[in-house]
């Protein structure tokens, strides 16, 4: 699991905060590869549930994981002292114009 977990997740964690607007059939694939690995690493049997082993193994499934990334980045995005970032317009989730955007997605 450390390799998994220092290896194989970074690569599809990357830029998660932009992830979360992604179809929900992106999110299934990688959901999908994450089990197939899992599996692969644990060598269990095809009839044990994922589910199961995510929990034995206490892992979260790809859309928690990312939905807490992209919390963590948006809270540092609010309390940044950045002057460029302190900038930009204030974001509203309720406007119509922003529901394809990747904060959206925290607000379903």
């Given at each position: 699991?450390?390799?998994y977990?220092s290896l194989l ?18 999110i299934?694939?990688?959901e999908?590869?994450?089990n197939v690995?899992?599996?692969?690493i644990t060598?269990?049997?095809?009839f ?6 995510r929990?034995?193994l206490?892992l979260p499934?790809?859309r928690?994981f990312?939905?807490k990334?992209?919390e963590?980045?948006?809270r ?6 950045n002057t460029?970032?302190?900038n ?5 989730p309720r ?8 904060r959206?997605?925290?607000?379903r």
């Open positions: 699991m450390l390799l977990k997740r970074p690569l599809i964690s990357y830029t998660c905060p932009v992830w979360m607007a992604a179809a929900n059939n992106c299934k694939s990688l999908c590869a994450q690995t899992i599996r692969r060598r269990l049997p095809w044990i549930r994922n589910e199961n082993i929990r034995d206490d499934t790809i928690e990312y939905e990334i992209a963590k980045f948006y540092k995005i609010d309390t940044s002292t460029a970032i302190i930009i317009p204030a974001y509203d406007s119509n114009r922003n529901r394809r955007r990747p959206a997605a925290l607000h």
